[in-house]
């Protein structure tokens, strides 16, 4: 099984950047789709973007398209979310998952969060104004 490790949230101002890590280990790192999520206080787990290790294809959501970038390394066994012009309304808690469901990258459409059967614990993003 996949077990995934996210870390580098914290407080930032708004404008400010912060970059997410989330570390696989326990499967083949390639085998997999990465997405990123967050769910701010009193409201639903929103998608944020995907990367399937395979063919490096990716997915944003129209919120984060232009100001956050997802990337991996392999060699690390780490994928990425660099979060650039951070905004008061980004703060959440931010999660980690990874589904095998890779077939579904070539769509370029939004994976349902319920296809994600590994999920790393979250980790606090705050951007003050």
């Known amino acids: 099984d996949v077990q995934l490790q996210a870390s580098g949230g914290g407080l930032v101002q708004a404008g400010g950047s912060l970059r997410l890590s989330c570390a696989s280990s326990g499967s083949t790192f390639d085998d997999y789709i990465y997405g990123w999520f967050r769910q701010a206080p009193g409201k639903e787990r929103e998608t944020l973007s995907y990367i399937s290790i395979h063919d490096d294809r990716t997915f944003y959501s129209d919120s984060v398209k232009g100001r956050f970038t997802i990337s991996s390394s392999t060699g690390k066994n780490t994928v990425y979310l660099q979060m650039n012009s951070l905004k008061p309304e980004d703060t959440a808690v931010y999660y980690c998952?990874?589904?095998?469901?890779?077939?579904?990258?070539?769509?370029?459409?939004?994976?349902?969060?319920?296809?994600?059967?590994?999920w790393g614990q979250g980790t606090q993003v705050t951007v003050s104004s």
């Open positions: 998952a990874a589904t095998d469901h890779t077939g579904i990258a070539t769509l370029g459409v939004e994976i349902p969060q319920y296809w994600y059967g590994y």
